[in-house]
């Protein structure tokens, strides 16, 4: 069973992208507020019904009824309001996320968690220092949305086809985050034989800021990071093996110890199943590195 606490705008666009994905016979959404994840429920098996699709999505208040999830998205708290920033939500957000996570260890003690909630990178640390469990069981969705983002401008930029875009964002979700035109490609050729170093830099500048925009267009995003949670669900589920950057738990690697931020990982039944180490440049490690900082000042004050 797939469990997904949060029943929000993200959390009930993603219980409907791992439903249309048909990635569990079962989805649990739950939520504090009475009623919102039964209607949510509801709305999506509708939907189902006349795409012929049997997994059945239930809505529930009851912490309890999450016994037996393989996964656990965390997706509850509070969202960015136009202006802010993702680290003006952890005072509020973390206090969430805490009692949710207690709350697992309680009744899906074997189960895998995703945290969403922002800001991405600290929630997931003290998601995974809560609920104790081996690093490779949780880690944050951030870095997904970001490249499906970056891909976007890069199929602008091209006119290339979305499907033959394999690029990589890492680092922090947030102010720090690190789009790396250096190690993406349309069908293999490199990316920067194909734009300008200047277009590449625009790029970049523009992944980091666009969620902004949509927030002050329409309020929050909603169906780009609905999408990426359930792709990599899938991943696990469906034991893929892909490479999605995902904010784990350091151990060493790009030479970081007790932290969670943004890297390429091998993502499978396991979850985090291998760290991928790519040799990043000094303007890279620059901005991967005040990335970290940025996470580990956030996570010493809560
Ligand atoms: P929303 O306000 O629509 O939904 C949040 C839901 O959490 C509400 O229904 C609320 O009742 C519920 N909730 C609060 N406390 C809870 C608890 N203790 N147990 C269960 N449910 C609880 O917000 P939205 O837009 O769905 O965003 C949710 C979070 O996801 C925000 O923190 C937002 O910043 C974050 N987010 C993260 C992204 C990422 O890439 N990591 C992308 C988009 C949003």
Do not use: W
């Not at 990635?23 to 949510?40: C, F, N, Y």
């Not at 979305?162 to 190690?183: K, Q, T, Y």
Request: hydrophobic share 40%.
């Amino acid at each position: 069973m797939i469990t997904i606490i949060g029943a929000g705008k993200v959390g009930g666009d993603a219980a409907m992208f791992c439903a249309l994905r048909r990635l569990d016979s079962e989805i649990l959404l739950l939520d504090i507020v009475e009623g919102l994840p039964q209607g949510e429920a509801m709305d999506i098996n509708h939907m189902l019904a006349e795409q012929g699709i049997d997994t059945e999505v239930r809505g529930s208040n009851d912490y309890s009824d999450m016994e037996g999830s393989d996964i656990v998205v965390v997706v509850a708290g509070a969202g960015r309001k136009p202006g802010m920033t993702r680290m003006d939500l952890l005072k509020i957000n973390a206090g969430i996320v805490k009692g949710v996570v207690e709350k697992v260890k309680e009744h899906a003690k074997d189960s895998m968690i995703i945290p969403v909630t922002n800001p991405l990178d600290p929630i997931t640390y003290i998601a995974y220092k809560t609920s104790g469990f081996e690093k490779n069981r949780v880690f944050g969705m951030g870095g997904m949305l970001d490249l499906s983002r970056f891909r976007q401008f890069i199929h602008e930029a091209t006119g290339y086809s979305r499907d033959s875009i394999r690029a990589l964002v890492m680092g922090e979700h947030g102010e720090n985050m690190l789009p790396l035109p250096r190690f993406s490609t349309v069908s293999g050729i490199p990316l920067l034989s194909l734009i300008s170093a200047e277009k590449a830099a625009e790029l970049v500048r523009d992944t980091k800021k666009v969620a902004a925009k949509v927030i002050e267009l329409k309020g929050a995003t909603v169906h780009a990071p609905g999408n990426s949670i359930s792709a990599m669900v899938e991943s696990i589920v469906r034991d893929k093996k892909q490479v999605i950057p995902v904010s784990a738990y350091l151990e060493g690697e790009y030479g970081h110890s007790g932290v969670t931020i943004g890297v390429p990982a091998v993502i499978g039944r396991k979850g985090v199943e291998k760290i991928v180490e790519l040799d990043l440049d000094g303007a890279e490690k620059e901005a991967f590195d005040k990335g970290v900082a940025s996470v580990r000042d956030a996570v010493s004050g809560v």
